[in-house]
């Protein structure tokens, strides 16, 4: 049986100083350069970085029963609730078949006619902010329209700009205390008053008193075409509905999970399509040749393939979810290596998507590698997961984020603005720009 290489870092506090300052380089480079496996602790906490692509897929797919979902996901209850990012066991399992069929990718693929509602609404303000300041930041607009997308589709809600705008600032620091949490060295009981207690009760009741009211509307009114009204109908394999709790708690969790997720890729996508005019035409032609004198609907997603692949090649160079947790229960031999029980697991979706499967263009953008007869390394692909706990949401993402893409370039052509560039990476809930995407927008 091969031994993981350990790297044994500061005496007493192990790595914790290098995976805050660089979560990502840290578990890439040390789950790369060790063959894909390597141990660690953080003060007398073991873990193990993982971007072997085989034992990765075996952790998240084939047995999950003995890697549940590492402390990180507990703590996101405190501000989103016990939705299905943060349970386990039957909990989950009902509340997942009870979802599922709202997200299948059949119904999901009406989200390509909200998304352009949203982005035809976005259109005027984008257009008087060129005016005004010559440069727009695509990574802030691209925020306020994934979260315009998924009221609307998951809530039936249209809000006032301002609205939106409040609201994404809530959901953000909600994730912003939990990560707070989540990479402190010892955290404070929950009933100490410290400023991120306070802070994280603070969110939660702010998100409540947004979201409670139209879900209890919900539970009276369930004939919309909204994803909530579709849960709101749903039943278990007693036929029983969700209480007014679960609903309000996976409606906030749907929200968390969907938005800033979206939004940071569609951010990267940006900067990619500002980087290379030529990508950028091709795009725009496309979208041209699906869009024009026609309405958006289901059917224009099959129309837009090479909007598809940038999506999905956005997906591999800037995954969003970064690392994904897990805990090991008992002890197992996983792909000839020894993987103790007890120890936390750090599946590195940034490590596996750079790693040496990609060969030696792994770090250049190529949305072509994704064409059939250039057989992608799909084994070492995982922007959303595999295995049971799968993005429920993946369709959706796909169909907005293919959609957002093709209308952004159909309408504007995109450049950088004077003195501007590509910002660095800040790995925080989501791998996400550490500044403003500055960007030229012309009328096409
Ligand atoms: C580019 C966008 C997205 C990315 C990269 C992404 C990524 C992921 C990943 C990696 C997981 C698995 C986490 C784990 O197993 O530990 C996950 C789970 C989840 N995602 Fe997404 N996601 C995205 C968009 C969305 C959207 C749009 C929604 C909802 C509308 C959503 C809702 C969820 C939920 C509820 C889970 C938990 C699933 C379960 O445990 O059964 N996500 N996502």
């Given at each position: 049986m091969k031994q993981i290489p350990t790297i044994r870092g500061h005496l007493l506090w192990g790595l914790a100083r290098e995976l805050r300052q660089d979560p990502l380089g840290l578990a890439a480079s040390l789950a790369n350069d060790h063959g894909g496996m390597v141990r660690f602790r953080i003060l007398n906490?073991?873990?193990?970085?993982?971007?072997?692509?085989?034992?990765?897929?075996y952790i998240l797919h084939k047995n999950p029963g003995n890697y549940p979902r590492s402390f990180?996901?507990?703590?996101?209850?405190?501000?989103?609730?016990?939705?299905?990012?943060?349970?386990?066991?039957?909990?989950?399992?009902?509340?997942?078949?009870?979802?599922?069929?709202?997200?299948?990718s059949d119904p999901v693929r009406e989200v390509a006619a909200v998304t352009a509602g949203c982005w035809t609404d976005m259109v005027p303000d984008l257009r008087s902010s060129m005016n005004r300041d010559q440069r727009v930041d695509m990574a802030a607009e691209c925020q306020r329209l994934a979260l315009d997308i998924i009221l609307r589709a998951l809530c039936g809600l249209k809000l006032e700009q301002e609205q939106v705008l409040s609201l994404g600032a809530v959901v953000k620091e909600a994730l912003r205390r939990?990560?707070?949490?989540?990479?402190?060295a010892i955290p404070a009981p929950l009933w100490m008053p410290t400023p991120n207690n306070r802070a994280l009760r603070r969110v939660r009741e702010e998100l409540d008193a947004f979201l409670g009211p139209v879900v209890e509307e919900r539970l009276?009114?369930?004939?919309?075409?909204?994803m909530l009204s579709a849960l709101a109908r749903?039943?278990?394999?007693?036929?029983?509905?969700?209480?007014?709790?679960?609903?309000?708690?996976?409606?906030?969790?749907?929200?968390?999970?969907?938005?800033?997720?979206t939004?940071?890729?569609?951010?990267?996508?940006?900067?990619?399509?500002?980087?290379?005019?030529?990508?950028?035409?091709?795009?725009?032609?496309?979208?041209?040749?699906?869009?024009?004198?026609?309405?958006?609907?289901?059917?224009?997603?099959?129309?837009?393939?090479?909007?598809?692949?940038?999506?999905?090649?956005?997906l591999r160079l800037h995954p969003p979810v970064y690392n994904i947790g897990r805990?090991?229960?008992?002890?197992?031999?996983?792909?000839?290596?020894?993987?103790?029980?007890g120890t936390d697991l750090l599946i590195s979706v940034w490590g596996l998507h750079r790693g040496p499967h990609w060969g030696e263009s792994a770090?250049?953008?190529?949305?072509?590698?994704?064409?059939?007869e250039r057989a992608p390394a799909k084994e070492a692909y995982m922007p959303f997961a595999v295995g049971r706990h799968t993005c429920i949401g993946n369709h959706f993402a796909l169909v907005e984020m293919r959609m957002m893409l093709a209308l952004i370039c159909y309408q504007f052509r995109l450049g950088w603005a004077p003195g501007c560039a590509r910002p660095g990476v800040s790995p925080q809930i989501t791998a996400a720009p550490d500044a403003p995407v500055w960007l030229r927008l012309e009328p096409r």
């Open positions: 906490r073991p873990f193990i970085a993982i971007s072997d692509p085989a034992v990765a897929r990180h996901y507990r703590n996101g209850a405190l501000t989103i609730g016990e939705g299905l990012l943060s349970v386990e066991g039957e909990a989950w399992h009902r509340s997942r078949r009870m979802m599922q069929p709202a997200f299948r939990v990560r707070i949490r989540n990479t402190s009276h009114t369930s004939e919309g075409t909204d749903a039943r278990d394999d007693q036929g029983q509905a969700f209480t007014r709790q679960e609903l309000l708690d996976q409606t906030k969790t749907l929200f968390a999970a969907g938005f800033e997720t939004a940071t890729a569609m951010a990267w996508a940006m900067c990619e399509v500002a980087d290379d005019p030529v990508l950028a035409d091709r795009l725009a032609e496309e979208a041209r040749a699906a869009m024009a004198g026609q309405p958006v609907d289901r059917t224009t997603l099959d129309r837009l393939p090479l909007a598809g692949r940038v999506v999905e090649e956005v805990h090991s229960i008992d002890d197992e031999e996983v792909g000839g290596w020894h993987i103790p029980g770090l250049r953008f190529d949305p072509d590698r994704w064409l059939p």
